[in-house]
């Protein structure tokens, strides 16, 4: 049966019909589950206590505020202007809450859908980015499709698009920020100094809005530039280039540095302009100058990063996140058997957890190791380029084991790890003696995949079940 699917697919006109239309389809789909009910729960889900409320003061004052004690119910309940005129010390640069505070404007921040459309657009713009950055990498429209049709139908990424938290934005500049390298990339040249990089420039607009998201978006600016150093001296060298370290390094790297960093403060620097032309925020009035008032509440803000150490029931030690072993729950409520329409023995249950499909999770997990070794036995740029976002968006967190952390950051490297995944997908296909075969295999794997977000997608969204069918979807004691 597979083996006649596989013949089909490869027939020339639904080969044609596919590229054509497939990735209209893997974007609608993604859509379809970023957005449909988007508005349950109407109450502020995890973090959005912060965010949402944070990017209503914002967008209506220039600077996040303070609000009176138990604004949550009021602000659920319609009461959205009740903040105070006390500034609020937040430790997040403000991009991601402008976005959060675009949709509320548009919408009404009466709306609890209005909280997250606009995180949720920025979810399903990344699903269609990343087939963009297949396309590139692997050179084949089908392996673009099925990396775009792994990430759509992940719960991960599927509860990140559906909160207003800013991880998923993060991951989103990161990603653009990415096929922008690539692009620039597909234009370097090693012969002569390349002055002026407009996709490099491109990148840096892009990883200053990552890093005016999360700071941790720095990582991005710093793995994707060294790459591009490092990567192109080695090239010159390769070319038999004399002085290849002193133009690699020192030359081009100048020319590199100035493409790519200066923007990204200008970015970084714009997103604070609400904070800079208002004089109510936290610490704008600290000194008479507005930059050593931000420089100075940037180190209030580091000195709370640093010494984040409270124990939290869902943290999750970086060394855990491939693995899925502590999945964060943002949402769970129960009913009892005949409250509110509760007809089942043993009660209800409606849970939103941010747990990625095991289906994809665990195998886009062993694809990561699987690249890692592959490179470092071959030195393949391919494999370089998926580690690089690896890189980016994961290491660094391996020197913070003692900070409280929490799966949900993982959204920010999700992308590279289905990129991993189809690299390894992609090389047993071709590696087969009988690759029909091989390619029927990948394509039970996909519809396996598939019947994994049917199954979980309830905890992913927080439909209605019964508390029994809740349990049976709790695999490890850790995901309770």
Same mark, same amino acid.
């Not at 912060?50 to 004052?61: C, E, F, G, I, Q």
């Not at 509320?104 to 209005?114: D, V």
């Not at 709370?304 to 409270?310: C, D, I, P, R």
């Not at 580690?387 to 994961?394: I, N, P, R, S, W």
């Given at each position: 049966? /597979?083996?006649?699917?596989?013949n ?5 006109? +639904?080969?044609r019909?596919i ?7 893997? /974007?609608? *789909?993604a ?11 109407s109450?502020?889900v ?24 138990e ?10 202007? +009740?903040? &105070?005129? =006390?500034?609020?010390f ?25 909280w997250r /459309?606009?995180t @949720?657009l920025?979810? /399903?713009?990344?699903?269609? *980015? ?7 990498l692997f050179?084949?429209?089908?392996w673009? &499709?099925?990396?775009?049709?792994l990430?759509?139908i992940? !719960? ?6 559906r909160?207003?938290?800013l991880?998923?934005?993060?991951? #989103?500049f990161g ?6 390298? &690539? ?5 370097? =040249?090693? %012969?002569?100094l ?6 490099l ?6 990883? $200053? ?7 941790s ?11 591009v150093?490092?990567?192109e001296?080695i ?11 002193k133009t690699?390094?020192?030359?081009? $790297?100048?020319?590199?540095f100035?493409?790519?960093?200066p ?7 714009a ?6 032309f208002?004089?109510?925020?936290y =610490? ?5 100058n507005?930059?050593t008032?931000?420089?100075q509440?940037?180190?209030a803000?580091?000195g709370?990063?640093? !010494?984040?150490?409270?124990p ?8 855990s996140?491939?693995f899925a072993?502590?999945?964060?729950? #943002?949402?769970?409520?129960?009913l009892?058997? !005949?409250?509110?329409?509760c ?11 941010? *747990? ?19 490179f470092?036995?071959t030195?393949?740029? %391919?494999? $370089?380029?998926i ?8 290491l660094?967190?391996? +020197? ?8 949900f ?13 189809? #690299?390894? @997908?992609?090389?047993y +296909?071709?590696q ?13 794997f996909?519809?396996?995949? #598939?019947?994994?977000? &049917? ?12 508390y029994w ?6 695999? %490890?004691?850790?995901w309770v």
């Open positions: 049966m /597979i083996a006649s699917l596989t089909y697919l490869n027939d020339t006109d +639904v080969r019909f590229n054509r239309f497939g990735s209209w389809f893997i /974007i609608g *789909l859509a379809f589950l970023r957005l449909w009910n988007l508005g349950y729960p109450k502020l995890f973090d959005e206590t912060y965010y949402v409320k944070d990017a209503w003061t914002l967008w209506n004052t220039g600077s996040e505020k303070a609000w009176p004690n604004a949550n119910t009021a602000f659920e309940s319609g009461s959205v202007n +009740v903040f &105070l005129n =006390d500034p609020s937040v430790v997040h640069p403000p991009l991601g809450k402008w976005i959060i505070g675009l949709g509320m404007w548009l919408f009404g921040a009466e709306n609890s859908y209005s /459309i606009t @949720a920025l979810g /399903i713009a990344a699903v269609a *980015l990343l087939m963009m950055i297949a396309k590139l050179k084949s429209t089908a673009a &499709l099925a990396a775009g049709f990430f759509a992940d !719960g991960h990424a599927i509860v990140l698009a909160t207003a938290l991880d998923n934005s993060l991951m #989103f990603l653009l920020g990415f096929y922008f390298l &690539l692009r620039d990339q597909q234009h370097r =040249d090693i %012969l002569g390349q002055k002026f990089r407009p996709w420039i491109a990148a840096g607009v892009a990883l $200053g809005a990552a890093t005016a998201v999360k700071w978006g720095l990582y991005f600016i710093a793995a994707f530039g060294l790459y150093v490092i990567s001296t090239a010159r060298r390769a070319a038999g280039e004399t002085s290849w370290i690699g390094l020192l030359k081009q $790297g100048s020319l590199t100035l493409n790519l960093v923007i990204s403060v200008l970015i970084y620097l997103s604070w302009s609400g904070w800079i208002s004089s109510g925020g =610490d704008r009035n600290s000194t008479p507005w930059f008032s931000l420089i509440y940037h180190q803000a580091y709370f990063h640093v !010494g984040l150490s409270t939290h029931s869902y943290s999750a030690n970086a060394l996140w491939l072993i502590r999945p964060t729950s #943002f949402f769970y409520e129960g009892s058997f !005949g409250q509110n329409g007809n089942t023995d043993g009660g209800c249950s409606s849970a939103i957890t941010a *747990l990625g499909n095991p289906f994809i999770w665990w195998p886009a997990a062993a694809s990561v190791f699987f690249v890692a070794a592959w470092v036995r030195r393949q740029r %391919l494999a $370089g380029l580690l690089l976002g690896m890189a980016g968006g994961y660094p967190w391996l +020197v913070f084991l003692n900070r409280t952390t929490f799966q950051y993982s959204i920010a490297f999700l992308p590279w790890m289905i990129l991993a995944l189809i #690299f390894v @997908a992609r090389h +296909v071709y087969a003696r009988r690759p029909i075969r091989a390619q029927g295999a990948f394509l039970l996909a519809g396996l995949a #598939f019947a994994g977000t &049917l199954f979980f997608l309830p905890i992913w969204i927080g439909s209605w079940i019964p069918y809740w349990q049976i979807h709790m695999w %490890l004691p850790s």
